[in-house]
């Protein structure tokens, strides 16, 4: 059996994942299609504006046959490793032949040339020297393969090939069995804002959602999701359970920060260099997230890094920790939501996982062993995974879906085809 793997975040879905979806599965000739998404926050140090369970049954309505999530201390993290962690889990599963994903550039010979050049050393010291000049690290990295590898500044300052190239990595250091299959994204940027077609961006998508709330039939965010998710889509804004936001999260964010002491701050995962003296003056003058980034961002420190900041202060995660997590990688594969493909699948993967299969939650993690000190990791990974969902539904518009627990409330979900 054949299957093709892609780390996702389906943000909500939409058309241009439905584009990305159908291709990979005619590039690679595969039978089977796995989705390792992004949990309740998202790699740019976001909530998503739909939980996880409703992101991953509107994904296999659209037709992926099985949703994992990416453990919660791999997914608010910086390319390489959200990179690496995706790769990892996918890799552990033992059933994963390809691994297909969306770039600018989807020439695999210049990602790959790119993805070779930024395991060296000498580039590696030179991003490291350019990062310490102020600049971000995707102008850092541009500089530092430009220099030693010729490789076009242009390339490199896109974020799908940042992340491409950093699979890539991934794939050569973990798991050179799989092969990766790039596709050129279509229509529309990364960071594009409005719709101008039937294939949009997720940021434009989720713009249109939170400005405009319900999708029309006739307007232009409903035409760039397939229809059966737009409706679900509907369901649940109407039910209150969507959009979430960060700024949903202000006053939780402001007095988390405003009470945390200094050495907590600086323990915080991105925080170098006094930049905590900088989160700790902000959050007594700023009065909602917004306002906090807006007084914190500058060239070094960018929206996206801070926002990952704020995000690990909710959910409680350190250096430390973070450090030992990169080490073992991904510990379980936890199940989201699967189909009849999902379900052959998941035979499969239960004889040939080099990791546990969560279906039950309480039987890997009780809610009493979640606030202990000292818990075995993986177990302690998963205690990162049920903070982050109590903590995001507190931004639910309505408050009937701010209760907590759903972790060991939640059994995977069976989408009929």
């Known amino acids: 059996m054949k299957s093709v793997g892609m780390i996702v975040e389906y943000n909500p879905f939409h058309n241009g994942h439905l584009h990305h979806l159908n291709k990979a599965r005619r590039i690679s000739g595969a039978q089977f299609t ?28 659209a037709g992926v046959d099985l949703i994992l999530e990416l453990p919660a201390v791999f997914t608010v993290r910086s390319a390489q490793y959200f990179a690496t962690g995706g790769i990892q889990l996918l890799s552990r599963l033992g059933v994963v032949n390809y691994v297909c994903f969306g770039a600018e550039t989807a020439d695999l010979s210049v990602l790959t040339a790119a ?34 590898a010729e490789i076009d500044s242009a390339v490199i300052r896109k974020p799908n090939n940042i992340l491409a190239i950093e699979y890539l990595r991934a794939i050569a250091a973990y798991a050179p069995h799989l092969v990766p299959l790039p596709i050129e994204r279509c229509s529309a940027n990364y960071h594009d804002t409005s719709i101008t077609s039937t294939i949009a961006s997720a940021t434009a998508v989720r713009t249109a959602i939170i400005k405009d709330g319900l999708l029309i039939p006739d307007g232009k965010a409903y035409q760039s999701v397939p229809p059966v998710c737009a409706h679900q889509i509907n369901k649940l804004i109407s039910a209150g ?70 995000v690990h202060a909710l959910l409680g995660t350190t250096k430390t920790k973070l450090a030992h997590f990169d080490q073992t990688g991904p510990l379980y594969a936890r199940i989201l939501a ?35 000190e000292n818990l075995p990791l993986l177990k302690d990974m998963l205690s990162y995974d ?32």
């Not at 989160?279 to 890094?305: F, Q």
């Open 338 to 372: 699967f189909n009849q493909n999902g379900r052959l699948l998941l035979k499969a993967i239960n004889k040939r996982s080099t990791v546990p299969i969560i279906t039950k939650f309480s039987q890997h993690l009780t809610s009493k062993e979640r606030y202990q």
């Open 241 to 310: 359970r969507a959009p979430v936001t960060l700024d949903a999260f202000s006053n939780i964010i402001l007095a988390k920060l405003r009470t945390m002491r200094p050495s907590e701050l600086a323990d915080l995962p991105d925080v170098t260099e006094g930049l905590h003296n900088k989160i700790s003056d902000a959050a007594l003058k700023a009065a909602t997230a917004s306002e906090l980034l807006s007084i914190i961002k500058s060239k070094r420190y960018t929206v996206t890094r801070l926002q990952r900041i704020l």
């Open 386 to 417: 049920v903070a982050a969902t109590d903590v995001y539904v507190l931004g639910s518009p309505n408050c009937q879906w701010r209760i907590g627990g759903l972790d060991y409330q939640t059994s995977p979900l069976y989408i009929a085809d």
């Open 115 to 148: 993805a070779k050049a930024l395991a060296t050393g000498n580039t590696i010291d030179s991003l490291r020297q350019n990062m310490k000049t102020g600049k971000t690290y995707a102008a850092s990295l541009a500089m530092a393969l430009h220099a030693e």
């Open 34 to 61: 796995i989705g390792i998404m992004s949990g309740n926050f998202v790699q740019r140090g976001e909530p998503a504006i739909a939980d996880k369970w409703s992101r991953a049954a509107l994904a296999v309505k």
